[in-house]
């Protein structure tokens, strides 16, 4: 829908390490790869287990290193990346709700 609706937008499917693990299940998760470059962002406790993962073992030979990730955006799919950065154990919909309970303060 998003690519029909906004030709010429470099989108990037981005998604944690959680889901990488079982992307594999997904209903047409070899199209989702094909379709778009993926950004995997490092969560814990499955870093490891993400990074060995069967999508990711399947798509190991399109992965760039995350030194390269700058390039994603402009890569033909299907392309990948592993991010890593500091990790903090706090689910998203907890950031949303922190969020705002923050935004309705001020």
């Known amino acids: 829908y998003l690519t029909r609706r906004h030709p010429g937008v470099n989108f990037v499917w981005i998604m944690g390490a959680d889901a990488l693990r079982s992307f594999h299940r997904w209903q047409d998760w070899q199209t989702i790869a094909h379709k778009m470059p993926i950004a ?5 406790p499955d870093a490891l287990r993400a ?3 069967r999508a990711a073992v399947a798509l190991s030979r399109y ?4 030194h390269q990730a ?3 955006p402009s890569s033909s799919a299907p392309r990948w990346t592993y991010l890593t950065a500091p990790l903090y154990d706090v689910a998203s919909s907890t950031l ?4 705002r309970r923050a935004t309705t303060r001020n």
């Open 63 to 66: 992965r760039l290193s995350q």
């Open 51 to 53: 990074r060995l993962s």
């Open 96 to 99: 949303r709700v922190s969020s």
């Open 40 to 44: 995997v962002v490092s969560r814990p």
């Open 70 to 72: 700058h390039a994603l």
